[in-house]
């Protein structure tokens, strides 16, 4: 294990819940009250963990903004006595999500709680106005039940795009604040492929803050202080941060607006520090790191985030070992990700990625190769895979991008992952090659000889190769004609089943081509069939209508294929086809 995780397990230790305060839930103040022209103001904290009071004024409500829920516009005014700046000139940022905003109840002279800060608006905004989701909102949303079993989120299409970020296909107008998911240990291109992925759901990538700061002392969870949600921790972090809004006891109500619509899927929060205040006219923010875990996101939907203290939350540990096989340079990494249908094959990538540059910094250009071993709950042998990638095209291993999501999103049954590892070998030069002409030795040929096909490979910055492909065709081939097609492995479908339970999947994910395959296909006009995991090949007419008749046979009809499959070294790209005539020789061999 690396120094820098046994320093984040070290400081990683839940925090005591019911320590110190006892934190009472604040009353809501009654939407039913808001008048324009009301005066109030809002905490949150623009540097360090000290919580600031800045005035604000009322301007309207905004009825039905989201089903069932409305939006109260404010303007907020005010100067930091921390960092001297003026909120005119910052503007509302993103990490202030979930700021409480405070008005006075008419009635009885208390001061309650109207909500979370949550919306900005798009552009160049010259005012600091603002959105505040109501707290009777997210008190509806915190009452309501949770499920028995985590309910995954993530996967509606995306959002328009949050104010500052490109994008979106609505006008500009007020939107959820983007949260910022500050990442640290991450080099540029997994930072890039790592916000690929995650924009779209509503996250902000930004490099720089996020890995465990200590700032010597406990910071306590509480209205108007900062919070953060892990997708990541270990040698590489992903925290998205914003501020608590209401906490009765052990339960917590943040940001006003889902983080990234996970749905019901539990994500590790912590406390957080604001290192600083980054007033860019195009994407202002608070920059901020994770300080020490807290407990569990229980929900994240239309209103707020759900948290509860105290709780812990299971996430997948990753373990990779990269060498470059040049320099002899050997590294060991090790993080932890979230558990999400959604997220984790992206989580896993970029972290791969970034762990395999770490070994070849200078060029840029390398190329992967990469032995995955995945662990499920409840199976004792782990699917082992083996992989060539390469590092520039942002996919280090194009075979776990294809089984982690598979995996996870299979609707057969819950699989549960409990550990990935990864050898990383890096070798400091790009081996590509796209496959760019293929031919035949003869146009005509007997049933039951020997074919051979030639392809040329054009590799990157070298002269082209050409590739022999021997195989015989079957004895019993009817006279005809018969395509020939020639591919990268990445882009050629197993010989396979398609998978019917999760034992199913499992044989089908080891049965994938690797990149690095040139996979000859032949088409033999005859049609087999493919059941519970098993492939039946040329069977009579006559057997079909038995088959087909029983509806628990899961049958699936394909044509037979006579397959080779060629290891060249080089991932490969592009296909290619040539045909060939049988002749009629009232026999084969």
């Not at 060991?332 to 990625?353: I, N």
Request: glycine fraction near 10%; charge should be neutral; proline fraction near 8%.
């Amino acid at each position: 294990m690396s120094a820098t995780l046994s320093l984040l397990l070290a400081a990683s230790l839940l925090l005591p819940a019911g320590e110190g305060t006892a934190w009472k839930g604040e009353r809501p103040f009654p939407l039913a009250k808001v008048k324009a022209g009301m005066k109030g103001y809002m905490r949150t904290v623009l540097q360090g963990t000290t919580i600031e009071r800045f005035d604000l004024e009322v301007i309207d409500v905004l009825p039905r903004y989201l089903p069932r829920q409305d939006v109260v516009l404010v303007r907020v005014v005010g100067k930091s006595s921390v960092t001297g700046q003026d909120i005119g000139h910052i503007g509302i940022l993103h990490g202030m999500s979930g700021s409480p905003v405070y008005l006075q109840d008419p009635d009885d002279g208390e001061w309650k709680c109207l909500g979370a800060l949550a919306y900005g608006f798009s552009g160049f905004p010259k005012d600091p106005i603002t959105g505040i989701t109501p707290l009777e909102s997210m008190l509806r949303e915190r009452d309501r039940p949770l499920s028995p079993t985590p309910v995954a989120g993530g996967s509606a299409p995306p959002s328009p795009s949050p104010p500052g970020k490109p994008g979106g296909g609505l006008a500009s107008g007020l939107r959820p604040l983007a949260t910022p998911l500050f990442l640290s240990g991450f080099s540029p291109r997994a930072a890039a492929f790592l916000a690929g992925e995650l924009e779209p759901h509503g996250l902000s990538v930004v490099q720089g803050g996020g890995g465990t700061y200590d700032p010597g002392r406990k910071i306590e969870i509480e209205p108007g202080g900062s919070i953060g949600v892990q997708l990541m921790r270990g040698d590489l972090d992903a925290t998205g941060t914003g501020t608590v809004t209401w906490r009765d006891g052990d339960s917590v109500l943040a940001f006003g607006h889902p983080m990234l619509q996970g749905g019901e899927w539990p994500m590790p929060v912590t406390s957080a520090w604001v290192h600083t205040v980054v007033a860019d006219l195009n994407y202002a923010y608070k920059m901020s790191s994770p300080v020490a875990q807290a407990g569990s996101l229980l929900r994240d939907q239309q209103s707020a985030i759900l948290c509860e203290l105290g709780r812990p939350t299971p996430l997948v540990p990753f373990d990779l070992h990269v060498r470059n096989s040049r320099t002899g340079w050997k590294e060991d990494y090790s993080v932890e990700v979230v558990r999400h249908p959604s997220f984790t094959t992206g989580l896993l990538m970029s972290a791969l990625l970034s762990c395999a540059e770490s070994a070849e910094p200078v060029t840029g250009f390398a190329t992967v190769r990469s032995k995955i071993r995945i662990e499920l709950a409840g199976r004792r042998d782990p699917i082992e895979l083996e992989d060539l990638g390469v590092l520039n095209s942002s996919v280090a291993s194009p075979m776990m991008m294809t089984a982690v999501p598979r995996l996870l999103q299979n609707p057969f049954g819950k699989v549960e992952i409990r550990r990935v590892e990864a050898d990383v070998e890096v070798v400091p030069e790009r081996r590509t090659a796209e496959i760019q002409a293929a031919w035949t030795d003869v146009n005509e040929v007997e049933a039951g000889r020997d074919v051979t096909l030639s392809v040329v490979l054009r590799p990157y910055d070298r002269p082209d190769e050409k590739v022999n492909v021997t195989f015989r065709l079957p004895a019993n081939l009817p006279p005809e004609t018969y395509e020939i097609e020639v591919g990268a492995g990445r882009t050629t479908e197993p010989d396979a089943p398609e998978p019917k339970n999760v034992e199913d999947l499992v044989r089908w994910l080891k049965s994938q081509y690797l990149s690095s395959d040139l996979v000859t296909v032949v088409e033999l006009g005859t049609i087999g069939t493919k059941q519970e995991g098993k492939s039946l090949r040329k069977l009579p007419f006559s057997v079909f209508g038995t088959l087909l008749s029983s509806a628990s046979a899961g049958v699936t009809i394909a044509p037979d294929t006579l397959r080779v499959k060629t290891p060249t070294g080089y991932v490969l790209a592009g296909k290619k086809s040539v045909r060939i005539k049988v002749k009629n020789t009232g026999g084969g061999q």
